[in-house]
């Protein structure tokens, strides 16, 4: 666990120095806002930051802070007079806490908070879990009355595993009758893969998925690029939280018109990602947006990565794959059986893109033919060696011993 702190108040900083020095979590202090967000989709489910609310006039972009940061607990501070009222405390932050003059006052309330975000955080994932279980309960009872569900191969999903199996089943069935979809899942799932697989299932490769930039859709475009053949023309709008104004507008409208369109005219059917507890970021009318999708089409939940330790082997092998042909200067061939084992027993804290993650910063920064537990703890999701790894990666120079290539 870390503390990542935004501010650029000395006063402030000697403070915090003094409150989190010799604690349990180690602390980082940031002065660019910028940096910081580039940094949030690293950061771990138990890290923390906090964010000085001084700095918002200057600034302007907590929104992004908040955006980003999804996967982190964001905890809003401000340095206040004693008997001071004045509070600039946004209605957004789920945490708060206030720093004054008075250093053990200051302690009081930082222990607070901190236990505050820790409590939330262990209810979040009891409650994942529960949820998690009455899943597996219900899919226990159903194959008990009706058998398990014909094993099904697939274009662009991993699905060895059962939960997989079953998507792919709902899959195959929306394919027979196509309409909206509204996907969700946890941060970091695999749901642009899942769009591939719904349009692939539905349009074979007569008819590419259609992927827009989900902050300028244009209606009228997508109708044009996906044509006038009879068939179901699938476009892919990317997750709720990076919708423009602009599109929710011309979405929102869109919807309502449907009902009224004469049916001849080609009709996209959309595919809406959105990250599962994240209605704590959007705005009313994203809100508004996604209620009409949960009405006009059809739901579909990707399921976790703790539930897909059956899928984690070949999701390996398959990332190896792409990587090396890709990247044939890449000297690593394989993983040892400790190294998929840990992979294995440390998926219920990864997500789809985090695994991925992994595999393709120890592959590109161990010059070694096989990966072991060692070299994906060193070069893991939260690597100080990430931001190197994005210069390294495609440098052929940077592998001195040309071994390694194919």
């Given at each position: ?18 409150l ?13 806002l910028e ?10 489910k ?13 600034l302007m972009a ?16 401000e ?11 946004p ?29 939330m ?23 008990a ?42 941060d ?14 539905t ?28 068939r ?26 449907l ?5 001849q ?11 599962n ?8 009318e ?21 539930e ?6 070949l ?14 200067f ?15 027993a ?17 592959m ?10 060692e ?12 931001q ?8 052929e ?10």
């Amino acid at each position: 666990m870390s503390i990542h702190i935004l501010t650029t108040d000395f006063k402030l900083t000697k403070q915090l120095t003094q409150l989190l020095a010799g604690g349990q979590q180690t602390f980082r202090f940031h002065e660019d806002l910028e940096a910081l967000i580039t940094m949030l989709p690293k950061l771990k489910k138990t890290d923390k930051v906090f964010y000085d609310l001084q700095l918002e006039p200057t600034l302007m972009a907590f929104d992004a802070l908040r955006f980003g940061g999804k996967k982190t607990n964001l905890v809003a501070f401000e340095l206040l007079e004693e008997g001071s009222t004045k509070s600039s405390c946004p209605k957004t932050a789920m945490h708060y806490f206030v720093l004054s003059s008075d250093l053990r006052k200051s302690g009081v309330r930082l222990k607070k908070v901190l236990h505050e975000v820790d409590a939330m955080a262990v209810k979040k994932k009891r409650a994942a879990k529960e949820v998690s279980d009455q899943k597996s309960s219900t899919v226990i009872k159903s194959w008990a009355n009706q058998g398990p569900p014909p094993i099904t191969l697939s274009r662009y999903l991993t699905a060895k595993s059962e939960c997989m199996q079953q998507l792919l089943v709902k899959i195959a069935e929306l394919a027979k009758h196509p309409k909206f979809v509204f996907l969700t899942g946890e941060d970091g799932a695999d749901f642009e893969l899942t769009a591939r697989e719904i349009n692939f299932r539905t349009n074979g490769d007569q008819s590419p998925l259609h992927i827009v930039d989900p902050m300028r859709v244009e209606i009228d475009e997508i109708k044009r690029s996906l044509g006038t053949e009879d068939r179901a023309g699938y476009c892919y709008l990317g997750l709720s939280y990076e919708l423009g104004a602009l599109t929710i507008a011309r979405l929102s409208d869109y919807l309502d018109q449907l009902s009224g369109a004469d049916g001849q005219e080609p009709t996209p059917c959309f595919i809406l990602g959105h990250v599962n507890d994240s209605e704590g970021y959007l705005e009313d009318e994203v809100k508004a947006l996604l209620r009409s999708f949960r009405k006009l089409g059809e739901v579909i939940e990707i399921p976790a990565m703790a539930e897909r330790i059956d899928d984690v082997n070949l999701i390996i092998q398959s990332v190896f794959t792409t990587l090396r042909t890709a990247h044939p200067f890449l000297m690593t061939r394989m993983l040892s059986r400790g190294a998929i084992e840990y992979l294995e027993a440390q998926c219920s804290e990864m997500s789809y893109s985090s695994l991925v993650r992994i595999i393709r910063n120890s592959m590109a920064l161990a010059q070694r033919d096989t990966l072991t537990e060692e070299e994906l703890k060193s070069f893991g999701d939260d690597s100080p060696t990430s931001q190197h790894l994005i210069e390294s990666f495609a440098d052929e120079k940077f592998f001195k011993d040309q071994t390694g290539a194919a």
